[in-house]
């Protein structure tokens, strides 16, 4: 396995005409302090394990495009702070696996997903909580939502092992299409159908994030 | 400008509208009034084409053309712009985003963004919004007075040439209904656009002036007149017709 500790602010991982290429196939991150992560993804394969040391946070900004099969496992001990936010714009085949162990106390998570699937693609998402006994004061959260266009199909699983009676975990699941109303509503302000559609789509990936950069980066690249 | 002849419409499976006739001119301010469940925001989803609608028999003629067969962006690209009772929100779109796409797929050219900015500035100041609003997802978190502000500045952007006020007083307090039908009147002197204002009590009649007033009932009009109408109805209500 190949091991980054990072311990600077911000931190951009991308494939595209990033900071750091990712050449591996395998890789550990491991958390100090307060950390921001960027990465833009493309037909990637990805075995990613990320290690939060005690007193350490995360927010982790991750973009996928076109086909991908990424493995995701992130460990918190105890005092860290996760908030893992992945879009996905896929059009063939994808697997996004994220799995987070909760593994001592007084942690807090958030797993967002936003997928939008397109032409014959299937998509599988799976998001495991995994909340270990005798922990105390963890607050793990889950929300992922898919957007099917065409004929494509996404799969959506969402796992709570909770084993701690000492947790407040909650989980939002939806997969859906575009909403014909917005499509009307943005169609009456003269916009194509197939650029009203465009822009949902990309709202849609993109309103999870709160850093613009991030939003226009990922926007830049669907055009 | 708009001429609608023996429309007949329904939403699923069910007649709304029953043989309507309504022609309205060139730079004219009608109402259309009627009791709640009449059809009335019913036009509305049928003159902006929504697919949930529609039109059995009849003609709608806009400028000339026949809008029976358009799509809802090709209505748009006539010049005809709804003002929602209650707009939506769309997460993830920003008012500028929506607005510059339109612009664009509306003209065909690239929109120089100094002078689309400046204007969008000029627009919030005149309708006392913060020009962050520019850059705010469109209607997210925005209370029902700033939804409709929200709405009139794209009108302003957009420049249409006939507006459908669908309800415009619900959601408005006294002041945010003045400073929106402040807006309305001055893009009325600037521009002289048809407006059909569509309500079911005359408050938002004080500020914005009809030339026509309709009564609509079982999906048809059933009296018209001037602005005396709208003061019959205030006094004896719909039961009266």
Redesign the interface.
Same mark, same amino acid.
């Given at each position: 396995m190949n091991n980054i500790v990072i311990d600077r602010e911000e931190f951009c991982l991308e494939d595209f005409d990033g900071e750091v290429k990712i050449n591996v196939k395998k890789l550990i991150l491991i958390i100090k302090g307060h950390v921001v992560i960027k990465e833009w993804i493309k037909n990637n394969e990805l075995d990613l394990m990320i290690n939060m040391e005690e007193n350490s946070s995360l927010e982790y900004n991750r973009f996928g495009l076109e086909n991908s099969d990424n493995k995701i496992i992130i460990n918190q001990n105890s005092n860290s702070r996760v908030i893992f936010k992945e879009s996905l714009l896929v059009d063939n085949d994808s697997k996004l696996k994220i799995k987070n162990n909760i593994l001592g106390n007084n942690n807090i998570s958030e797993i967002i997903v936003r997928a939008v699937s397109k032409e014959d693609s299937r998509l599988v998402v799976d998001a495991i909580l995994d909340v270990l006994e005798n922990t105390f004061g963890n607050e793990v959260k889950e929300d992922l939502r898919g957007l099917e266009q065409e004929n494509s199909k996404i799969t959506i699983i969402p796992d709570m092992l909770v084993a701690s009676s000492e947790v407040m975990a909650n989980h939002n699941v939806t997969i859906g299409s575009i909403s014909?109303?917005?499509l009307?509503? !943005?169609?009456?302000? @003269?916009?194509?159908?197939d650029?009203a559609k465009k !822009?949902?789509e990309? @709202?849609?990936?993109?309103?999870i994030y709160e850093d613009i950069e991030m939003q226009e980066k990922i926007k830049e690249i669907i055009k | 400008m708009l001429q609608i002849k023996n429309l007949t419409a329904s939403v699923e499976r069910k007649k709304i509208i029953n043989g309507l006739d309504l022609e309205i001119n060139d730079s004219e301010i009608h109402v259309l009034m009627g009791p709640n469940g009449v059809g009335k925001s019913t036009i509305c989803k049928i003159l902006l084409k929504d697919e949930n609608y529609t039109i059995s028999s009849g003609v709608i003629i806009f400028n000339g053309t026949k809008i029976n067969d358009l799509n809802t962006t090709e209505v748009a690209r006539l010049g005809i712009y709804l003002v929602n009772q209650n707009p939506i929100g769309i997460e993830g779109v920003t008012n500028a985003e929506m607005l510059r796409t339109a612009l664009s797929d509306i003209t065909g050219e690239r929109v120089g963004i100094f002078e689309f900015n400046k204007k969008l500035e000029n627009i919030c100041k005149e309708l006392d919004i913060p020009k962050e609003f520019i850059h705010r997802e469109i209607n997210v978190g925005m209370s029902g007075g700033e939804r409709k502000k929200n709405e009139l500045m794209h009108l302003w952007m957009l420049e249409p040439k006939f507006i459908i006020l669908d309800e415009l007083d619900s959601g408005l307090d006294v002041d945010a209904l003045k400073v929106v039908s402040e807006s309305i009147n001055k893009y009325y002197e600037k521009f002289k656009p048809s407006i059909l204002i569509i309500t079911h009590h005359n408050k938002i009649l004080e500020y914005i002036k009809p030339h026509k007033v309709h009564v609509l009932k079982d999906g048809k009009i059933i009296k018209s007149g001037d602005i005396t109408l709208a003061k019959e109805i205030e006094n004896s209500g719909f039961t009266a017709f």
């Open positions: 014909k109303e917005d009307f509503y !943005l169609c009456s302000k @003269g916009l194509t159908f650029n !822009l949902l990309v @709202g849609f990936l993109t309103s | -």
